[in-house]
């Protein structure tokens, strides 16, 4: 059986929803989606890739210590 995404957004995204969702528990890949659009596109990358970018996008200043 495959398993589902666990979607998750930022603890920042109580600006009235203008956020993106990702799902961390499916390894080798994470899907990214709008969070106003749970039935919409989702773009997936690596977990390789998604982790650069954490690290590029805000882990220099302590961000995103959970993904």
């Given at each position: ?18 956020c ?5 528990n ?10 106003k659009?749970?039935g ?14 954490v690290?590029?996008?805000g882990?220099?200043a ?6």
């Amino acid at each position: 059986m495959t398993e589902s995404p666990r979607w998750r957004k930022s603890s920042y995204s109580s600006n009235g929803g203008a956020c993106v969702e990702v799902a961390t528990n499916l390894g080798g890949t994470v899907p990214v989606r709008d969070s106003k659009l749970d039935g919409g596109p989702v773009v997936s990358v690596s977990a390789d890739t998604f982790a650069s970018f954490v690290r590029w996008a805000g882990g220099r200043a302590g961000e995103f210590r959970d993904v």
